[in-house]
């Protein structure tokens, strides 16, 4: 096993060679690996912002897989302490052709992993770690069959992709760049064409507390805040054919203390799905509408990113338009972005999460598939 101590603030934690098992790679690697190390990722509970868990057991499965393999792990920035993005790439060449990467964090909460028949279910069996773990195990196959080598292939897998993606922002201060790039997301094992894109905002009411047997004492910030909602369902959202129409989700609403007290705050968190147009042009239509309707609320936009087109120019699969957001825009760089992975997204975050055996399966196939081909260019 090699250690190296990279630039770009990665940080390397020391191990013990003598207490790592006899690694995989010295004989075939089955579907129960495969199924073993997705059950373990899903277990070790990984909600954004608390990581270490999940991040700690993979640097220690990835020292077993390969004798040459070099782990690094690179902090991010954050409130919380001990996260940490990780990287690994054979001998001592970081740069390759092609990197897969998906993110270790889930949304909450967490519920542990188990198997009925086929079906495999737990927080995070689709989003990602699905992803993570048909990725490491193609990765693994390859080497095994001597179809990669040293600087041909790289994994990366960060943190905080669910709560605005400053694992994948932290990655560009590794200053490497690549042909062709792998993101991991329930794809249902088709090749995504392109995602839409995303608009979040704020919405903030100020009012007057008082006491609610007197309201005309008062001012009440809920009727203020509930009449700019409204507002917001007349707004004239833009749609494409490819990806069909831009959405609006209502996703929080905050406000009062008590039920005999007039309000004096209240707020909304709102997403937009972008399908078409600018999120400059968006934000503009949001704005009049509810400003417009009323304008004492206050409306503060954190982020804006149009839909994002895809490379899907690989034969052998379906391909799909998907309308969730992704870590892609956030790496930069001139390379080929692709979008595949087992599950669907129609049960991510979800409840009832989970996915099949035999769809974890063929995501190896189709990741060796996608990195083969990608080497190829």
């Known amino acids: 096993m090699k250690l190296l ?15 790592l098992p006899q690694h995989p790679l010295q004989t075939p690697l089955s579907s129960s690996s495969l199924l073993t190390l997705h059950k373990s990722l899903v277990n070790h509970p990984s909600p954004t912002n608390s990581e270490a868990n999940v991040t700690t057991f993979l640097r220690s499965y990835l020292q077993t897989l390969h004798p040459n393999l070099t782990i690094s792990l690179q ?41 009925h028949d086929n079906t495999l279910s737990g927080r995070g069996s689709v989003d990602a770690k699905g992803s993570i773990a048909s990725q490491i195990t193609a990765f693994a196959s390859l080497l095994h069959s001597h179809q990669i080598h040293e600087g041909d292939v790289a994994l990366l897998y960060v943190v905080g992709e669910e709560t605005g993606g400053d694992g994948m922002a932290a990655a ?20 995504a064409r392109g995602h839409k894109g995303g ?12 006491h609610s047997g007197y309201p005309s004492l008062g001012k009440n910030a809920i009727d ?41 705050s209240a707020v909304a968190t709102v997403s937009v799905r972008v399908a078409a147009g ?39 699969f379906e391909t799909t338009v998907v309308s969730y957001g ?24 979800s409840d009832h999460e989970h996915l099949e055996v035999e769809d974890l399966e063929a995501a190896v196939e189709g990741y060796k598939t996608l990195v083969l081909e990608c080497l190829k260019r």
């Open 5 to 19: 101590l990279t630039p770009y603030l990665l940080l390397l934690l020391p191990f013990s060679l003598a207490t």
């Open 75 to 115: 902090p991010v920035s954050s409130p919380t302490s001990n996260r940490h993005n990780l990287l690994a790439y054979l001998g001592s060449t970081r740069k390759t052709r092609v990197l897969l990467t998906s993110h270790l964090d889930t949304v909450p909460p967490f519920f542990p992993y188990s198997r």
């Open 172 to 191: 560009n201060d590794l200053h490497l760049s690549w042909d062709a790039v792998i993101f991991g997301e329930p794809t249902e094992l088709k090749l």
């Open 199 to 210: 608009l979040g905002f704020t919405i903030t009411a100020k009012g007057k507390a008082g």
């Open 224 to 264: 203020i805040l509930v009449r700019a909602l409204y507002a917001l369902q007349s707004v004239d959202l833009p749609s494409s054919e490819v990806y069909g129409a831009t959405t609006l989700t209502v996703g929080t609403i905050a406000g009062g203390v008590a039920a005999n007290v007039i309000p004096e």
């Open 278 to 316: 600018t999120p400059e042009e968006i934000q503009g239509l949001i704005e009049r509408a509810v400003l417009t309707a009323e304008p004492e609320v206050e409306l503060a936009f954190s982020y804006g990113i149009g839909p994002v087109p895809l490379d899907y120019d690989i034969e052998g």
């Open 326 to 349: 992704t870590d892609i825009p956030r790496l930069r760089g001139d390379h080929k972005k692709y979008l595949y992975g087992p599950g669907s997204i129609l049960v991510a975050h």
